[in-house]
């Protein structure tokens, strides 16, 4: 069974940088999977952050993190990290990270085209 944890939320102060960690078990490799990064703020929908699957070469990234954020992998695709600077109270938000089987450019972006999603991790940041 696929799971994913997600690790490095807290609190930090605007301007800041951090470091998210994606854990993914279950099978020997996720390397055909696609990873995503999605937040979600209290009283707002989720959003999607960013994305990495191997078909498109380079990670995906949403307008608002665009710039300030990186998401890197190892070959196996057992750990996504979501690296973000520049930190804004507006980031604040939990995060989640979730898999599936990599699909298009277009659908990768809603949180639909995944199955597994991990609990999710605290960002806060103080102004």
């Known amino acids: 069974q696929v799971q994913l944890v997600e690790s490095g939320g807290g609190l930090v102060q605007a301007g800041d940088s951090l470091r998210l960690s994606c854990a993914i078990s279950?099978?020997?490799?996720?390397?055909?999977?696609?990873v995503a990064w999605f937040r979600q703020a209290p009283g707002k929908e989720r959003e999607f952050v960013g994305c990495?699957?191997?078909?498109?070469?380079?990670?995906i990234y949403a307008d608002s993190v665009k710039g300030r954020t990186t998401i890197a992998t190892d070959d196996a695709m057992n750990t996504v990290s979501l690296q973000m600077t520049s930190l804004k109270p507006e980031d604040t938000a939990v995060y989640f990270c979730?898999?599936?089987?990599?699909?298009?450019?277009?659908?990768?972006?809603?949180?639909?085209?995944?199955?597994?999603w991990g609990p999710g991790t605290q960002v806060t940041v103080s102004s």
């Open positions: 990495f699957y191997r078909a498109a070469g380079v990670p």
């Open positions: 979730a898999a599936d089987l990599a699909q298009s450019r277009f659908t990768i972006r809603f949180g639909s085209s995944y199955k597994y």
């Open positions: 279950g099978r020997s490799t996720f390397s055909h999977f696609a």
